[in-house]
């Protein structure tokens, strides 16, 4: 399985961009996808997480309340609806799918497949 991210650009503070990635080849049923994103130095950070049977989420802290996941089993696709981006959200966004547990959907280590990653700018 491939995993293939879509629509990263430059925005502006306080505006809007949707990410999409889409599953190809293989039989594909993790049990999470999520998006994590890292900056230069850093380690990759986890930002959102869709539970693929059922469809519950979860987010970091500092994108609760802004960012929006959600899924299409039928597309093999999520997506990332970024709302009130600020420049600190600037970062290169991953996606990515496993079929680890609840308790680890936040650690980079469980997921076992990755996207090439998209590259977000947030300035004026």
């Known amino acids: 399985v491939q995993l293939e991210e879509f629509g990263g650009a430059l925005v502006q503070p306080g505006g809007s961009l949707r990410l999409s990635c889409t599953a190809s080849g293989g039989t594909f049923s993790p049990n999470f996808m999520a998006w994590f994103r890292q900056t230069p130095g850093k380690e990759r950070e986890f930002v959102a997480a869709?539970?693929?049977?059922?469809?519950?989420?979860y987010y970091a802290d500092s994108v609760k309340d802004r960012f929006s996941i959600s899924r299409d089993k039928a597309e093999r696709a999520q997506y990332l609806q970024m709302n009130s981006l600020k420049p600190e959200d600037t970062a290169v966004y991953y996606c990515?799918?496993?079929?680890?547990?609840?308790?680890?959907?936040?650690?980079?280590?469980?997921?076992?497949?990755w996207g090439q990653g998209t590259q977000v700018t947030v300035s004026s």
């Open positions: 869709v539970r693929w049977n059922g469809g519950h989420t």
């Open positions: 990515a799918a496993g079929r680890g547990i609840l308790s680890t959907v936040a650690q980079a280590t469980a997921f076992t497949t």
